[in-house]
């Protein structure tokens, strides 16, 4: 048996070829995917006309942090903020798994638990806004409105339209495979 080592080189060659073309199909998925969030979140804090909407993503079971965020005002950044892990439990993000959408006008007002408010006053959140992203493998990550400068009132149309930005999320194609 003869070893020809153009034919050894050509192997190597296309192997790292293909594995150069996987990781630019990843990029470019990651990239589109990153647009579509940016897009959506900028939409949204425009048409509510709220101080910051943020993606929270879940990056393991109701572990997450805020990965994109669109503000009005720099200050009101939260960029890479994560949740108490004694608030958001196993109880909480079955809700949000059911659909439950959460609208708190004022967290001063609002009847909610005494880390919650915490949290959010933390956050800078005067208003809260919280729309889940289910794919059909779970809990992808929560869409996330907040007034920061004061109490806001909810209608159903920013409702209906924080759960269309989240419904256009979770049927993208690079969000289901990502």
């Not at 990843?26 to 006309?49: A, G, M, P, W, Y």
Request: hydrophobic share 35%; charged share 20%.
């Amino acid at each position: 048996m003869q070893i020809h080592p153009h034919s050894e080189f050509n192997q190597n060659r296309d192997r790292r070829e293909q594995g150069l073309q996987k990781l630019l199909d990843r990029l470019v998925k990651s990239i589109q995917r990153d647009e579509l969030v940016r897009q959506t979140t900028n939409q949204l804090r425009e048409s509510l006309q709220v101080d910051r909407v943020v993606l929270y993503y879940f990056y393991s079971q109701w572990e997450g942090q805020v990965t994109f965020e669109s503000l009005s005002s720099q200050e009101f950044s939260i960029l890479g903020s994560t949740g108490p892990d004694d608030c958001f439990n196993n109880e909480y993000a079955a809700l949000y798994l059911a659909g439950r959408v959460r609208a708190i006008a004022d967290i001063e007002l609002e009847p909610i638990q005494p880390c919650h408010r915490d949290f959010l006053r933390n956050l800078q959140a005067r208003a809260n806004l919280v729309v889940p992203i289910v794919i059909p493998r779970g809990l992808w990550g929560l869409l996330v409105a907040h007034q920061c400068q004061g109490p806001h009132y909810w209608s159903p149309s920013d409702i209906k339209m924080m759960q269309t930005g989240a419904q256009t999320l979770a049927t993208d194609r690079n969000i289901l495979e990502s």
